[in-house]
Nanobody, 123 residues
């Protein structure tokens, strides 16, 4: 059974940083592309970032490019999202996703999801 478990969310101030983690079990992590999505209150879930199986390439949404960094540790079955310079517009539930490729995830083709972790940026 595939499981994706996110952690690291919380309440922070404008300009703060957070690092989210997602631990994957039940599948060969090194053969799986990974990504992060977010869903703000009253809005649809949107793509944030994705990373290739070997970690050598990444994609980002325009709204987080230059502030967020996705990375992975295949030895720990974990993908990370380092979030810097947070603003209230980053407030959302953040979801970890797994899929066949980095680009497939970016364009909506994820096959497994975590339960989400709340990030709130207070003004």
């Amino acid at each position: 059974q595939v499981q994706l478990v996110e952690s690291g969310g919380g309440l922070v101030q404008i300009g703060d940083s957070l690092r989210l983690s997602c631990i994957v079990s039940g599948r060969t992590f090194s053969s799986t592309a990974m990504g992060w999505f977010r869903q703000a209150p009253g809005k649809e879930r949107t793509f944030v970032a994705s990373i290739r199986r070997d970690g050598a390439d990444t994609r980002y949404s325009e709204s987080v490019k230059g502030r967020f960094t996705i990375s992975r540790d295949n030895a720990k079955n974990t993908v990370y999202l380092q979030m810097n310079s947070l603003t209230p517009e980053d407030t959302a539930i953040y979801f970890c996703a797994a899929g066949p490729s980095m680009l497939a995830i970016k364009f909506g083709n994820s096959d497994s999801w975590g339960q989400g972790t709340q990030v709130t940026v207070s003004s």
